[in-house]
T-cell receptor
Framework: GQQLNQSPQSMFIQEGEDVSMNCTSS?????WLWYKQDPGEGPVLLIA?????ELTSNGRLTAQFGITRKDSFLNISASIPSDVGIYFC???????????FGSGTRLQVQP | NAGVTQTPKFRVLKTGQSMTLLCAQD?????MYWYRQDPGMGLRLIHY???????AKGEVPDGYNVSRLKKQNFLLGLESAAPSQTSVYFC??????????FGEGSRLTVL
């Protein structure tokens, strides 16, 4: 199946630091999505991107749909303890009806 | 508004036993999905459905069967459970081309 390479696998940062993570693929995606999963919960949508080059913010979160349509980035500014969790990228290939997910980035924030 | 509800939340099976996971959504979504989540593997698609009475295979369908007899329900069955099926299972629903809404997950252990 199609693969999304998500990096880094994990991050341990201090409260107040900025965070960046990304997903790349050899395939072209029509849609990129970023989800967050808290322990014991299902993933929750953070940001959806629908156009190449699109830059969208949701509070302290900013995500971009890469120009080549093969990658996407998520930035978190001024991290806080409640940012802890696993962040997943997901992409939708043209003509497909199901998302492909990255393997996740586990974020830990030291108060 | 309950959203996506999965039952049971936890289950322990012996190898060879069968069971069914139930997913119910009250958002009138056309599409429904079953994913499994394993450490370091992200979310992998098992089966999905784009409407009542239709199902399709995902990335890892072997050992599972599904049914979508009613629009609001999507059942995942294991006919003969194996230890390799120990995982956390997530159901999700969506409108066509819409973002996925996930349930809280069902943790299955096969001994």
């Amino acid at each position: 199946g199609q693969q999304l390479n998500q990096s880094p696998q994990s991050m341990f940062i201090q409260e107040g630091e900025d965070v960046s993570m990304n997903c790349t693929s050899s395939s072209i995606f029509n849609t990129w999505l970023w989800y967050k999963q808290d322990p014991g919960e299902g993933p929750v949508l953070l940001i959806a991107l629908y156009k190449a080059g699109e830059l969208t913010s949701n509070g302290r979160l900013t995500a971009q749909f890469g120009i080549t349509r093969k990658d996407s980035f998520l930035n978190i500014s001024a991290s806080i303890p409640s940012d802890v969790g696993i962040y997943f990228c997901a992409g939708l290939l043209k003509g497909r009806r199901a998302l492909t997910f990255g393997s996740g980035t586990r974020l830990q924030v030291q108060p | 508004n309950a959203g996506v509800t999965q039952t049971p939340k936890f289950r322990v099976l012996k190898t060879g036993q069968s069971m069914t996971l139930l997913c119910a959504q009250d958002m009138n979504h056309e599409y429904m999905y079953w994913y499994r989540q394993d450490p370091g593997m992200g979310l992998r698609l098992i089966h999905y459905s784009v409407g009542e009475g239709t199902t399709a295979k995902g990335e890892v369908p072997d050992g599972y069967n599904v049914s979508r007899l009613k629009k609001q329900n999507f059942l995942l069955g294991l006919e003969s459970a194996a230890p390799s099926q120990t995982s956390v299972y997530f159901c999700a629903s969506a409108l066509p081309l819409g973002s996925l809404f996930f349930g809280e997950g069902s943790r299955l252990t096969v001994l």
